[in-house]
């Protein structure tokens, strides 16, 4: 039997890659598609009246704010800026783990006010549960880049997929809390 | 920090900036608006231009389709 040996350089596979994760992403639209569908569904635009207002603007103000330092370790990380790429990178997951806690403290008040037993309880608890378990996997992404990346010269301007690729599903993350955050709190 | 870094750095507050006045809008609407069609309707647009500037700007989706620089 023959062997086909088939020589794919790194430039090819970074560009592979990248069709890969948008990919991904357009499944996982599909998932929070869905997800925000049966809110409105199963709901409607009903939305009790103890909902933390405030608590939900600041819990999507941290993951905005989220977004700009990934996006600022990103940049740094392709130009070489390794002290610039460690800072903004540990913010990043700094703000997701708090931006966990604040969902924490909301899923603590929810128990009180609409238990998941209940209709708005249920699309409340599903749709953000799946979104912070999404938030947790990115947290721990970005620690494995910021462990890999620890060393200098680890990530370049000529090789930092890694970084580039977590950085961006750490965008889409919040891309879902986008349309997740109005259908939630706002529309009532 | 290079020129290339800082106007890209730059352009990350930009982006930041537009998605917090969006935001704070976002709120005003959901608050002022009694209308609850027109709520869904502006409160969706909304997102939409919120993920706008997300995916082009911090995503890059418009390089896709860009040869790749060597």
Known sequence: MSTIHVHVDTHDRVAINKVGIWLFFLGETFLFG?????????????????LDQYLGLAITGILLLSSLTAYRAEVAAAHGD???????????????????????????????????????????????????????TGVIALLVVLFTGRHRGRFNSESHWGVEGTVKYWHFVDVAWVFIYPTLYLVS | MNS??????????????????????????AVAFTDITGLVVLLLAIALVKCWFIVDYFMHISRLWLPEEN
């Open chain 2, 4 to 29: 290339n870094q800082g106007k890209k750095n730059r352009r990350g507050f930009f982006v930041i900036g537009a998605l917090a006045v969006i935001t704070a809008v976002e709120f005003w609407v």
């Open chain 1, 34 to 50: 869905a997800l925000i569908s049966v809110c409105y569904y199963l709901q409607g635009v009903q939305r009790p009246d103890d």
């Open chain 1, 82 to 136: 390794q002290p610039g790429f460690l800072r903004n990178l540990s913010v990043t997951i700094l703000l997701g783990l708090l931006f966990l806690v604040g969902v924490g403290w909301e899923w603590y008040e929810a128990f009180l006010h609409f238990p998941p037993s209940t209709g708005f309880g249920t699309v409340f608890f599903t749709t953000t549960g799946i979104h912070a378990f999404h938030v947790l």
